[in-house]
């Protein structure tokens, strides 16, 4: 009995060792789970601050966006929709892309570029009209339909004084 306990208290640093690293290693997600996040119909939802030029004021951005991932190998390419509210203490307004992602799966990680187009509408004075975006980001797979990740990218009103850098954090859901 006492050799048993010697073995148990030598070998328990080494046991619990062993359970830390596979918790350790499931913080991210397996391969298949990352292959799966990288594939069909996601949903995501991001919030952040704009810096809008020309006169540098910062507001509150939310946007919503909507996509179909295609894997080609390691690249990732999603044509999809976005929905962005632009919120400030004088400003408000809203643009509706279409847009296009492309990325390189690198494990559970995700860097991306993403432009699109369409329509806008800004407040104070109203104005209509071409609503464009371009920018990246870097998504990390935690879970098969779980992903987060930071973005950045610059969006304008064309023939408009508005024009913001926006920079935020996306949360995405497959489903």
């Known amino acids: 009995m ?3 306990l010697a073995v148990l208290w030598l070998s328990g640093p080494g046991v619990a060792k062993a359970q830390a690293t596979n918790v350790e290693r ?3 997600a397996s391969h298949d789970e990352v ?3 990288n594939e069909g119909f996601k949903f995501g939802v991001s919030g952040g601050a704009f810096f809008r030029s020309p ?3 910062v507001g509150f951005s939310m946007a919503a966006d909507a996509f179909y991932n295609i894997r080609l ?4 390419v999603s044509p999809g929709g976005r929905i962005s509210g632009y919120f400030a203490r004088d400003f408000d307004g809203v643009g509706f892309f279409g847009t296009l992602r492309a990325g390189i799966a690198l ?3 995700l860097p991306y570029v993403i432009g699109g187009a369409g329509l806008g ?3 104070a004075p109203r104005e209509v009209g071409v609503a464009y975006m371009g920018g990246g980001g870097l998504m990390l797979v935690f879970r098969r339909r779980l992903s987060i990740g930071p973005e950045v990218s610059y969006q304008g009103l064309a023939l408009t004084p508005f024009h913001a850098l926006y920079v935020g954090a996306n ?3 497959s489903y």
Do not use: F, N, T
């Open 107 to 109: 494990g559970p990680v």
């Open 121 to 123: 509408y800004k407040g």
């Open 171 to 173: 949360l995405q859901i």
């Open 35 to 37: 292959v799966e996040a």
């Open 73 to 76: 190998g390691p690249v990732v």
């Open 2 to 4: 006492g050799l048993a």
């Open 26 to 28: 499931r913080a991210l």
């Open 55 to 57: 006169d540098d004021r």
